[in-house]
């Protein structure tokens, strides 16, 4: 199957078209400034959003990157909404274009997925991705980067109740709006291919539990669930566990790395991650219970749904939100882990009608087509918060 590992790769004049021609149509613009490119926050919040509106009758998204923001600036006069999205460096240009926006009435929102806007959560930061302070430095300047950046916006959109509440509530009750995290076409018709393939192969001995962790900032997470993983490993020797991106293990683990039962894959481009999870029979999703963490958007959930790779999750705000307890997927608690595996490990079977209900939902819930109402609705309902 061929693969487009960067479809967002679309020439500015081209994007630049694409907006003056949807307001040909009749259509309205939401303009949004990335950093740069990236296969991950930005895919989510800028590709497939735009892929998404590009099937509405109502909006289109637009998005550039700062090395752009003149074709940006450009466009402000006929367009309806500016969106910063993750941007992590201010300086004055980003103050002069949200003048700008102003002086022609749109409203600017602050578009983030993480709690990092500002210093008030960075030590409870730190205690679950850097607790050792490593990146002291760098993330005590991005957070205050975000900081700065969100004085120039008259609200935000984040990814969750949870994250949009928290960020009113510390920014003098600016309003939000809540656009989830989404699949894109590309993800949806691999991740198909793969389940196809994974239906014609032969069950594998060995029962496989990933962990795709994308950095070591999630050692913490892993540690949530750490002992109780090492005791299955530990009786039950055709247990694996694949690890997924960067990540340090305590001495602890040495002999179950040694004899194979612990694999590790370096970071991954996302349409190879999707593999990699298509060939684990369970998903760990396991986060420490804390403001940080209930900020975090449900996509570990939904991208192994849709190769019908069934998730035990931590109970945060959005996996309590978006997975039915053994219906669609499995909620645990720190002590729960150990049963909740073995009983999947002891009966195989039992995930298919999970997997076939938890990736029904999502391809409900997280497609493209559905998203294109939600963000219509949500765009909506900016424009009208903000009329003047």
Same mark, same amino acid.
């Given at each position: 199957?061929? !693969? %487009?590992?960067?479809?967002?790769?679309?020439?500015?004049?081209?994007?630049?078209?694409?907006?003056?021609?949807?307001?040909?149509?009749?259509?309205?613009?939401?303009?949004?400034?990335?950093?740069?490119?990236?296969?991950? &926050?930005?895919?989510?919040?800028?590709?497939?959003?735009?892929?998404?509106?590009?099937?509405?009758?109502?909006?289109?998204?637009?998005?550039?990157?700062?090395?752009?923001?003149?074709?940006?600036?450009?466009?402000?006069? +006929?367009?309806?909404?500016?969106?910063?999205?993750?941007?992590?460096?201010?300086?004055?240009?980003?103050?002069?274009?949200?003048?700008?926006?102003? %002086?022609?009435?749109? /409203?600017?929102?602050?578009?983030?997925?993480?709690?990092?806007?500002?210093?008030?959560?960075?030590?409870?930061?730190?205690?679950?991705?850097?607790?050792?302070?490593? +990146?002291? +430095?760098?993330? $005590?300047?991005?957070?205050?980067?975000?900081?700065?950046?969100? @004085?120039?916006?008259?609200?935000?959109?984040? &990814? %969750?109740? @949870?994250?949009?509440?928290?960020?009113?509530?510390?920014? *003098?009750?600016? /309003?939000?709006?809540?656009?989830?995290?989404?699949?894109?076409?590309?993800? !949806?018709?691999?991740?198909?291919?793969?389940?196809?393939?994974?239906?014609?192969?032969?069950?594998?001995?060995?029962?496989?539990?990933?962990?795709?962790?994308?950095?070591?900032?999630?050692?913490?997470?892993?540690?949530?669930?750490? #002992?109780?993983?090492?005791?299955?490993?530990?009786?039950?020797?055709?247990?694996?566990?694949? $690890?997924?991106?960067?990540?340090?293990?305590?001495?602890?683990?040495?002999?179950?790395?040694?004899?194979?039962?612990?694999?590790?894959? /370096? !970071?991954? *481009?996302?349409?190879?991650?999707?593999?990699?999870?298509?060939?684990?029979?369970?998903?760990?999703? #396991?986060?420490? *219970?804390?403001?940080? &963490?209930?900020?975090?958007?449900?996509?570990?959930?939904?991208?192994?749904?849709?190769?019908?790779?069934?998730?035990?999750?931590? /109970?945060?705000?959005?996996?309590?939100?978006? !997975?039915?307890?053994?219906?669609?997927?499995?909620?645990?608690?720190?002590?729960?882990?150990?049963?909740?595996?073995?009983?999947?490990?002891?009966?195989?079977?039992?995930?298919?009608?999970?997997?076939?209900?938890?990736?029904?939902?999502?391809?409900?819930?997280?497609?493209?087509?559905?998203?294109?109402?939600?963000? *219509?609705?949500?765009?909506?309902?900016?424009?009208?918060?903000?009329?003047?």
């Amino acid at each position: 199957m061929k !693969i %487009n590992l960067e479809p967002w790769k679309i020439p500015s004049e081209e994007r630049k078209a694409i907006a003056k021609n949807a307001k040909k149509a009749g259509k309205k613009v939401a303009l949004m400034l990335y950093p740069s490119p990236d296969a991950s &926050t930005f895919r989510y919040r800028g590709y497939n959003t735009f892929c998404a509106t590009k099937k509405s009758e109502k909006w289109q998204l637009i998005y550039f990157f700062l090395d752009e923001i003149e074709i940006l600036k450009s466009l402000i006069p +006929d367009s309806d909404i500016l969106i910063f999205s993750r941007l992590n460096h201010w300086d004055y240009v980003l103050d002069d274009l949200a003048m700008l926006a102003h %002086n022609y009435g749109l /409203p600017i929102l602050n578009d983030l997925d993480d709690c990092v806007c500002g210093l008030k959560h960075v030590k409870q930061m730190f205690n679950t991705v850097s607790p050792d302070l490593i +990146d002291r +430095d760098y993330w $005590i300047n991005t957070c205050a980067n975000f900081e700065l950046v969100s @004085y120039a916006a008259d609200g935000f959109i984040a &990814t %969750n109740e @949870y994250l949009g509440k928290l960020l009113s509530n510390d920014h *003098d009750k600016k /309003p939000y709006f809540v656009i989830q995290n989404s699949l894109n076409k590309e993800q !949806i018709e691999y991740s198909e291919f793969l389940v196809r393939k994974k239906h014609h192969q032969k069950k594998q001995k060995n029962f496989t539990l990933g962990y795709f962790s994308g950095s070591a900032t999630h050692a913490v997470d892993l540690g949530v669930i750490y #002992p109780e993983i090492l005791q299955l490993l530990a009786d039950f020797p055709d247990i694996r566990l694949r $690890i997924v991106g960067e990540m340090h293990l305590p001495e602890s683990a040495t002999p179950f790395i040694k004899r194979g039962q612990i694999e590790f894959y /370096p !970071i991954v *481009d996302f349409m190879e991650l999707q593999r990699l999870i298509s060939e684990v029979d369970v998903n760990l999703a #396991p986060l420490a *219970d804390n403001i940080f &963490t209930n900020c975090k958007s449900e996509l570990k959930y939904f991208e192994a749904a849709i190769v019908e790779t069934p998730t035990i999750a931590s /109970p945060t705000f959005t996996f309590e939100t978006s !997975i039915k307890n053994g219906k669609t997927g499995f909620l645990c608690q720190p002590g729960e882990w150990y049963d909740a595996i073995l009983e999947l490990y002891k009966n195989r079977g039992l995930n298919n009608e999970v997997v076939r209900a938890a990736k029904a939902a999502c391809l409900k819930e997280y497609s493209p087509e559905t998203m294109t109402e939600k963000i *219509d609705k949500v765009f909506d309902e900016i424009l009208k918060r903000f009329k003047k």
